[in-house]
């Protein structure tokens, strides 16, 4: 088996897996549609990067890779900027 279908089948189920547990536990439909959003949304980015990485030059996976890093931290810091506090 390729390395990127075995990445493919471990990404299908985690995030299936991730799909049941939030529909199972939480309780109200606003919470399943936030979650859900969220799941696919990750889904959709995991699968883009492998793809990515296997149909691309290394260089343009790494480039992607900081970018999204430095968004993430951006977000970890300025949560309070964005989101407002409470």
Do not use: D, P, W
């Amino acid at each position: 088996m390729k390395t990127q279908v075995l990445l493919y089948y471990i990404g299908a189920l985690i995030f299936g897996g991730l799909g049941v547990l939030t529909f199972l536990q939480l309780e109200k439909a606003s919470y399943k549609i936030e979650a859900g959003t969220f799941i696919i949304i990750s889904a959709l980015l995991y699968y883009g990067m492998v793809a990515l990485y296997y149909r691309s030059r290394k260089n343009t996976f790494l480039t992607v890779n900081l970018v999204l890093a430095v968004l993430a931290l951006g977000g970890i810091f300025f949560n309070h900027v964005l989101f407002g506090t409470h």
